[in-house]
């Protein structure tokens, strides 16, 4: 099982790592372990975490338009092709996308009535896995993991 298992073993890693690294792998490792189920929730729907991601930012604009560089910004993996995520939300009519009237070179995205009702169900989905995953952790433990996440990525 993923608990309780020290990541040198999980890995089969030789010797010890040092703490720098068992950090490094632990956190990759348990990124990945998140992504898998979250994206095993989302799967029979057709929606990608990064798509989801996408409908969720469309819809806390409340109804106006985005441009695709806004979109871009707020990505949590900043390595998406938005470009090609919204084309994908476009084909499933989640999404539609129109030129800006202000800067006819940008194009500007609007979730639709089908893109909200999606994430109406999804949010209870992901919701339910996020407490699992969640669910070995004291509140205290969760809110002192989520400061020293925070504290590893200050600069």
Not at 59 to 85: C, D, F, V, W, Y
Request: charged content about 30%; aromatic content about 6%.
């Amino acid at each position: 099982t993923f608990a309780n298992v020290r990541i040198e073993k999980i890995l089969k890693l030789n010797n010890k790592a040092s703490l720098p690294k068992q950090i490094s792998l632990n956190i990759m490792y348990s990124q990945t372990y998140f992504y898998e189920t979250i994206h095993e929730v989302l799967k029979p729907y057709g929606i990608s975490i990064e798509q989801f991601n996408v409908l969720r930012i469309l819809r806390g604009q409340k109804g106006k338009p985005i441009n695709m560089g806004t979109i871009q910004e707020r990505m949590i993996a900043k390595t998406s092709n938005t470009t090609r995520l919204v084309d994908k939300l476009v084909a499933k009519s989640l999404v539609v996308r129109a030129v800006c009237e202000k800067n006819r070179r940008k194009m500007e995205v609007t979730i639709t009535d089908k893109g909200l009702k999606l994430l109406d169900i999804l949010d209870e989905l992901v919701e339910n896995a996020e407490h699992f995953l969640a669910s070995n952790l004291t509140q205290e433990e969760q809110t002192q993991l989520i400061k020293l996440l925070e504290k590893i990525r200050t600069d």
